[in-house]
């Protein structure tokens, strides 16, 4: 049973398009975690928020505590993007994690 | 600034060999964590510490111990390596003691493989 679910798992978009991937919980949370990993490389940090929307250059993230959700959108994708996106949710002083969404953006 | 430095990188060990990972932050964090990551699962917590001379279990502790050496270095220890601890091992540290709550930062990461 995993306490983070993402949505979708793998996803494939032309160099441009506007995406969305999604992150929903089961617990109570005090903060959201997104996270960014390249394929054999590190893990990066996104955004952490605990309520409301972030935006960073072409990424921006929204939260709703009342829904357990949060989305993580890309504006103009370009084959950069190219990684998997990983939520995760902190309980406690616990991180829990959600397996990732996998995104390939296509030139 | 160095951030979260994990040695070794790679590493291979024929099962019962014993190692220790090594991880070090200079962010002055309270928190550090080890994660394994195999394919499909999310990151999945092995052990963590809250703060200097406290360490607690997480979701995968079989198999391992840690050493809270002092603020900056937390190190993961396989006593007797079994193959179904191969996997990449990741050591992250982050600030919770304050809000806003500061995210997690991670270590590049170490391949172990047991034979």
């Known amino acids: 049973k995993n306490e983070v679910e993402q949505s979708p798992q793998n996803l494939t978009a032309q160099e441009g398009e506007f995406i969305t991937i999604n992150c929903s919980y089961s617990v109570g949370i005090s903060a959201l975690h997104w996270l960014q990993q390249h394929p054999g490389g590190g893990i990066v940090s996104l955004f952490m928020?605990?309520?409301g929307k972030k935006k960073h250059g072409r990424l921006i993230a929204t939260i709703n505590i009342q829904e357990k959700h949060s989305s993580l959108h890309i504006t103009a994708s370009h084959p950069r993007d190219s990684a998997v996106y990983i939520c995760a949710v902190l309980t406690g002083n616990q991180f829990y994690f959600g397996t990732g969404t996998s995104l390939t953006v296509i030139p | 600034n160095a951030g979260v430095t994990q040695t070794p990188k790679f590493q291979v060990l024929k099962t019962g060999q014993s190692m220790t990972l090594q991880c070090a932050q200079d962010?002055?964090?309270?928190?550090m964590y080890w994660y394994r990551q195999d394919p499909g699962m999310g990151l999945r917590l092995i052990y963590y510490s809250a703060s200097e001379g406290t360490t607690d279990k997480g979701e995968v502790p079989n198999g391992y111990n840690v050493s809270r050496l002092n603020k900056r270095e937390f190190s993961l220890r396989l006593e007797s390596a079994a193959p179904s601890q191969t996997s990449v091992y990741f050591c992250?540290?982050?600030?919770?003691?304050?809000?806003?709550?500061?995210?997690?930062?991670f270590g590049d990461g170490t391949r172990l493989s047991i034979l």
């Open positions: 928020l605990s309520s």
């Open positions: 992250a540290s982050s600030e919770l003691t304050d809000y806003p709550y500061q995210p997690q930062h």
């Open positions: 962010m002055n964090h309270n928190s």
